[in-house]
């Protein structure tokens, strides 16, 4: 047996065989071994992820993962090298992550060659939903027939149990009623009642899960998104996450993956406190990449406020990555705008203050169960209307702050990772909402192809000009060294209404200023203020103009500009 899965056995299931389990995981990954990975063969400058519903994109003309392949490859393959689809199994609630069944493509969206055409021309991420099933699944079925394996497969609790310490993010009730063949039973739903967990206490469910990143692997998937896997360990008298055998069941992932010819990336979901967060770094042994989840928000209340002060001091106390990590750096996805990443960063008030802000612009709140009350847990808008007006209110500088919130992110030490609704300006979708009822489909709108392609091709339309912006932002930053994902990052100390960091080159070749103005205003930077150093010649890539290190640079309201001694 190798010692180091013998190390996570025993950590994990100390009461178990740890022969017959190391034997059961060898038939999966047969060569098991420590080798280091080259983080530089992993990720570089170039790599940009996109993430997007499989059927965000339409044509009644073709299965939609045909038609998302079609328009990625013909408005976005020289810019996007990443591609996250979310959930794309049969489901039964929650937009996909109720999954029925995981070893299914979704048959209205495609099957699996679809999903391996896509693997050809971007590496795929995809999500592995490992804290729970769908009440469909078959595994639950057979929990409630009383059938192997199912049966022994999920999380039940005596209701009278004390679980008043048990972290929760949502509003509904943890426990819920279940009827089977041998009674009734109340089983662990931490997310909804149609999403039932699964008991990571049984290493058979563990077995189930490795088989299944095997044979995603097999599809040509090499990113995996750990879903809500914080939550997949529980003890009663405790918080029931981000718990040691969570923790050592993605050490022991990690160990496997590793253990493969390809080189397979692992990403952890997990919306919780930063200093929380950090944690699944391990020490370099659990994933190689985690969600800034700070970073939405912050960047949120920098722009509505015009005020650098909470941006900047999060940013200086942020770690720089190892050699074999990142931080992937996003401003919108599928879900909402995260509030708890904030605790202990922004003050009570200024949160308060970007919701009540956002809920002005037309947007909505999910709350969570927190000592049997319910508080704030997301804001629930698109990122585009989020940023709407300010806290003064509504005006007309709106695409032009989206513009800068995504210059910000997209700069930023680590992977940017951009939402396809996000390219294309998207607004609150309140019809979907309603219809749902769901507030997180305010932010999952559906595109028809022709009508999306004629929107982007329509010079006048805002669509059109924060996704042309973009493009042309990130193609010039997929040259510049020093937007490595582990280049060199510091904070710089610039006027409040300005928020600016220096990045340099691994190899030390490259430095680049990037700075944003967050007001409507004009603002003035004195270039003496930065480290110019006189024997290079500067500058600005966004607009291809050299730079005079002795003058004063005039910043448009919510201007970005990109300093660097190589173009």
């Known amino acids: 047996m190798n010692s180091i899965l013998e190390k996570h056995l025993r950590s994990i299931y100390p009461k178990h065989n740890f022969l017959q389990l190391a034997q059961k995981i060898e038939t999966i990954f047969p060569q098991i071994n420590t080798k280091e990975r080259d983080y530089q063969q992993l990720w570089d400058e170039t790599d940009i992820l996109l993430i997007s519903y499989a059927d965000t994109i339409n044509n009644p003309k073709e299965k939609p993962l045909k038609v998302l392949k079609r328009f990625l490859d013909s408005h976005l393959k020289n810019t996007a090298t990443l591609l996250h689809i979310l959930p794309f199994f049969p489901f039964s609630s929650d937009d996909g992550f109720a999954v029925t069944d995981y070893e299914e493509v979704r048959s209205e969206l495609g099957d699996w060659n679809n999903i391996t055409d896509l693997s050809k021309s971007y590496k795929l991420m995809a999500d592995v939903v490992i804290n729970h099933t769908s009440s469909n699944h078959s595994w639950f079925q057979q929990f409630c027939s009383g059938t192997t394996p199912g049966k022994n497969y999920y999380k039940t609790e005596n209701p009278k149990t004390n679980l008043s310490m048990v972290v929760r993010p949502r509003s509904n009730d943890l426990l819920q009623l279940k009827k089977t063949k041998l009674g009734n039973k109340y089983l662990w739903c ?119 002060k909470w941006l900047r001091h999060w940013m200086m106390g942020m770690p720089p990555s190892s050699r074999n990590c990142t931080y992937l750096n996003f401003t919108a996805s599928h ?54 007006g300010t806290t003064r209110g509504v005006d007309k500088l709106q695409s032009k702050r989206f513009i800068a919130s995504q210059m910000i992110m997209i700069a930023l030490a680590g992977i940017p990772a951009i939402y396809l609704n996000s390219f294309f300006s998207a607004k609150n979708d309140t019809y979907l909402a309603n219809k749902t009822q769901n507030n997180r489909s305010i932010n999952r709108s559906k595109w028809s192809i022709e009508e999306l392609e004629a929107t982007l091709n329509d010079r006048n339309s805002p669509e059109s000009f924060v996704f042309k912006y973009l493009l042309h932002a990130l193609n010039i930053k997929k040259k510049q060294s020093a937007f490595h994902p582990n280049a060199t990052q510091f904070t710089l100390h610039l006027n409040p209404g300005l928020f600016g960091f220096w990045r340099q080159s691994i190899d030390q070749k490259q430095s680049l200023f990037a700075i944003t103005n967050l007001t409507s205003e004009c603002v003035d930077l004195q270039l003496g203020d930065l480290n ?31 300093i660097t001694n190589r173009s």
């Open 532 to 562: 110019l150093f006189s024997y290079a010649k500067w500058v600005e890539l966004l607009t291809d103009c050299s730079v005079d290190r002795n003058f004063e640079y005039n910043m448009a309201p919510y201007q970005t500009i990109w």
């Open 190 to 308: 931490t997310f909804s009642p149609d999403q039932v967990d699964l008991d990571f206490s049984n290493p058979d469910v563990l077995i189930e899960f490795l088989q299944i990143f095997k044979k995603y692997i097999n599809y040509g998937i090499r990113i995996f998104r750990l879903d809500a896997v914080g939550y997949i360990w529980k003890e009663v008298g405790t918080k029931c996450i981000n718990l040691p055998q969570a923790h050592e069941i993605i050490k022991l992932v990690r160990l496997l993956t590793d253990s493969l010819e390809e080189n397979i990336i692992l990403v952890t979901e997990t919306n919780v406190p930063s200093q929380e967060n950090l944690e699944y770094f391990g020490n370099g042994n659990e994933a190689h990449i985690i969600y800034n989840f700070s970073l939405p928000p912050l960047i949120l209340h920098a722009l509505l406020t015009g005020e650098s």
């Open 335 to 388: 879900d909402g705008i995260g509030l708890r990443p904030l605790e202990g960063i922004l003050p009570q008030l200024e949160i308060e203050s970007i919701v009540s802000t956002v809920q002005k612009f037309g947007g909505r709140l999910t709350f969570r169960k927190h000592f049997g009350k319910d508080i704030p847990y997301e804001i629930n808008s698109t990122f585009y209307d989020a940023l709407k």
